[in-house]
């Protein structure tokens, strides 16, 4: 029986290893949480999915704008970026995000924009508010309060200010 036992161990840290190939990590703070949200709606954004991005906007912000209304904001924001840049309207486009910073229960999450690889350099990174409400983060225009604000080229750099969670 006791030549087994280090036969067995051995199987399952295998097993186990084997098993967390290809896996998400898990992140081990706001930032790391807020990266991996990011990806998630920039990669729905890549993708064209806009009715899956509209899931990583704050709810208080979708009680202000309609699906419909933001999602025409998006793909015209899209629709710009490609024709600064000279691409056709089928080229794709990815959006890489990167944390600027985090302060408490917000973030700036700058974009890098790519096409085929090679980065756009028509303009700076823009940069997109997230709060983070009951432990999850969410894309948030700091004029959320206006109605469908966000999407915009050539905004002023944001401040980051703390949220107050209403």
Request: glycine letters at 10%; one cysteine or more.
């Amino acid at each position: 029986m006791r030549p087994l036992i280090p036969a067995i161990a051995t199987l399952v840290i295998f097993a186990t290893a084997c098993g967390a190939n290809g896996s998400t990590p898990t992140p081990s703070s706001p930032e790391g949480f807020l990266l991996l949200r990011a990806q998630q709606a920039f990669g729905a954004v890549s993708a064209g999915n806009w009715e899956e991005v509209y899931q990583f906007v704050s709810r208080r912000s979708q009680e202000r704008c309609a699906a419909e209304d933001f999602t025409v904001g998006g793909i015209n924001y899209v629709r710009v970026v490609r024709g600064l840049d000279g691409l056709s309207e089928d080229a794709p486009l990815t959006l890489r995000p990167t944390i600027k910073v985090v302060t408490g229960n917000a973030g700036l999450v700058a974009i890098n924009f790519l096409s085929n690889g090679q980065r756009l350099d028509f303009l700076e990174d823009e940069q997109f508010r997230w709060v983070l409400i009951d432990g999850v983060w969410w894309m948030e225009h700091d004029a959320w309060k206006d109605g469908c604000t966000g999407w915009k080229l050539f905004e002023e750099p944001r401040e980051l200010v703390p949220v107050k969670q209403d």
